[in-house]
């Protein structure tokens, strides 16, 4: 960075004994009209008309910048990964509602509904082992209560994470049917 330092040469350009580097470069014309170091003139001195520039705040992102950091983890982090085993009727339901708030939704059913899935923006697993080796945060079991324990021992639960909560969405074993 060039400087507004005096300098005393030998041999002097004019009359007076001090020359700024400005008026040096100047007079041999290596400095061009508009110097991008150098700011407007400062009222307060007449010895250095010209000021040198200083970064005084920088307020961007920076690699090391925690707060844009940890705002963009609060963010992610109000989206869940959640799974859906039985993944009919009252599951497909919440999986298009889940969709619509922003979490991602996996689904595994004995049945093939990847179409289904597709449609609603959800991912569908054919095999319980590839549902887990997602990592799902929540596992919503929709089955009737005589299949539950079986579906439960299907799951590869030691490929979940120990904090995987598990959630019985309480369905029934027999459908009300429609009144006629």
């Known amino acids: 960075m060039l400087s507004t330092a005096t300098v005393n040469p030998s041999t002097p350009f004019n009359h007076s004994p001090n020359y700024t580097i400005r008026h040096i470069l100047n007079r041999h014309s290596l400095l061009p009209s508009t110097f991008s170091l150098l700011s407007k003139p400062n009222s307060y001195s007449s ?6 520039l200083r970064v005084r705040a920088n307020d961007t992102a920076q690699l090391f910048d925690y707060e844009s950091k940890l705002a963009k983890e609060s963010i992610v982090s109000q989206h869940l990964k959640i799974a859906i085993v039985g993944f009919v009727n009252f ?3 919440l999986a298009a509602t889940m969709v619509c708030q922003g979490h ?3 689904a595994y059913s004995r049945s093939n509904h990847s179409t289904t899935a597709r449609k ?3 991912l569908f697993f054919q095999n319980p082992d590839d549902l887990c080796e997602e990592h799902p ?4 079991l929709y089955s009737s209560i005589i299949s539950m324990e079986r579906v439960i021992l299907t799951l590869p639960l030691q490929r979940l994470k120990r904090s995987t909560l598990f ?14």
Do not use: N, Q, W
């Open 120 to 122: 609603l923006g959800v």
């Open 91 to 93: 599951g497909r339901f």
């Open 137 to 140: 945060e929540v596992i919503l």
């Open 104 to 106: 991602t939704v996996l």
């Open 47 to 52: 010895f250095f008309p010209y000021r040198p």
């Open 167 to 180: 959630v019985d969405l309480l369905s029934v074993e027999k459908f009300p049917k429609a009144p006629p």
